[in-house]
Structures are given as C-alpha cells and as structure tokens.
C-alpha cells in the first residue's frame, strides 16, 4: 500500500507563492508517473501537472508558467512550486500516482489565495 502525504498549503495573497510537498511511503524510482490534482467547491477534479520518471514533466494551460512540479528520488518526494498565485487557483491539491495498475491519492492540502 502506497502511502502518499501532502503538505505546504495555506493561506497566501494574489501573487505570492507556495511550495507543496508529498511525501511518498516508498521508494518512487521505479513508479513513473506522479501528478498534482486539483478540486475547486463546485468543480471537477483536474490534472494540474504531472512529471514521469524521466523527468519531463507537462502542465494544464491555466498554470503554464507559473508552476512547477519536480521529484526528488532520493527523499520519495514531489514537489509543486506555485508562483504568481491567483486566487482562481484556490482548491485543494492532492498528490497522485498509479504502482501496478493501482490508484493512489493524498489526503489533501487546503490552497487559499486572496484577492
């Protein structure tokens, strides 16, 4: 059972940035893809960035620019740097992965961005 933990989020102003982290319960070398989600009140849950093992990495338009996901193989460890934040880009943001055909999701961080 893969275990994923979310953390960083908060509170930040228009503009500002924040840096989310999900911590994975085992070694992440050999899982390829992982990904930042995102669930606004009243939408659907969307891709926000994925990075595979290779490390190419792809984002949803909205965050082009703006965002940057990386992955840390020796700390089991993602990363999503959000810059120049929106306050369109409040949600909570979970962590994803896929290991043998099989889902895995975080818990969650709560990300607030006032106007």
């Known amino acids: 059972q893969v275990q994923l933990v979310e953390s960083g989020g908060g509170l930040v102003q228009a503009g500002g940035s924040l840096r989310l982290s999900c911590a994975i319960s085992?070694?992440?070398?050999?899982?390829?893809?992982m990904g930042w989600y995102r669930q606004a009140p009243g939408k659907q849950r969307e891709l926000v960035a994925f990075?595979?093992?290779?490390?190419?990495?792809n984002y949803v338009d909205s965050v082009r620019g703006r965002f940057t996901i990386s992955r840390d193989n020796a700390k089991n460890t993602v990363y999503l740097q959000m810059n120049s934040l929106k306050p369109e880009d409040t949600a909570v943001y979970y962590c994803?992965?896929?290991?043998?055909?099989?889902?895995?999701w975080g818990q969650g961080t709560q990300v607030t961005v006032s106007s």
């Open positions: 994803y992965t896929e290991k043998a055909r099989v889902s895995y």
């Open positions: 990075i595979l093992s290779g490390g190419s990495a």
């Open positions: 085992e070694s992440i070398r050999s899982i390829n893809f």
